[in-house]
């Protein structure tokens, strides 16, 4: 396997945490006394990835303060603004990008299966993929409200940030496989990448 990069986004306030988020971003939500982070760096570092780009904006410092010095992983971090959608913050590290990399959601956890992501990354050659609970029993966050269509090659063929769509047949759990000459890194403005 040739990926040793994951890249997690870290930026958001919140909102649906507070008061906790008012002093503490999101990803720093303490479960059972440890900062929420902790287990998404755990799981990364479980899987052989030596290198952790995080994408920082709200309360930036308090997660910087915390693993600036982390020992064996080599961890970086990119300052964006709270109001930076999750595409621009991506776009923003272009540069700073390996070849292919893995792209998490700082508040979503499922266990890194990461061979068999990798596996099905090379299968379908696509430059992107994303790992999708299939949600049929209803036993996600919001009930049977799933957000994506994935059709029967296993294909996402439709993301519904507003889980309108009474298609949909998953619930995407916000990792991503990307091929970096997949970005376009000429795109302007504050875009999202779930769209």
């Known amino acids: ?54 994408l920082l904006g709200y309360k930036a410092d308090s997660i910087i303060d915390r693993y600036k010095y982390m020992r064996n992983i080599i961890i970086e971090f990119s300052y964006g603004t709270e109001q930076d959608q999750t595409g621009r913050r991506v776009l923003n590290v272009y540069d700073q990008l390996d070849d292919h990399f893995l792209l998490m959601y700082g508040d979503n956890y499922w266990p890194i299966e990461l061979k068999k992501m990798w596996s099905n990354y090379q299968r379908l050659n696509a430059g992107i993929t994303t790992t999708v609970f299939s949600n049929q029993e209803g036993t996600g966050e919001y009930g049977f409200g799933n957000n994506v269509v994935v059709n029967d090659n296993n294909y996402v063929i439709q993301y519904d940030k507003k889980r309108e769509t009474d298609a949909a047949n998953g619930v995407d759990i916000g990792y991503f496989l990307i091929a970096k000459e997949f970005l376009d890194s000429k795109i302007l403005g504050n875009v999202s990448f779930e769209v």
């Open 1 to 54: 396997m040739i990926l040793n990069q994951a890249v997690i986004l870290a930026g958001g306030r919140g909102e649906r945490l507070r008061p906790l988020t008012d002093w503490i971003p999101k990803p720093m939500a303490p479960i059972n006394g440890i900062p929420f982070l902790d287990y998404l760096i755990h799981s990364i570092v479980h899987t052989g990835i030596e290198n952790i780009l995080i």
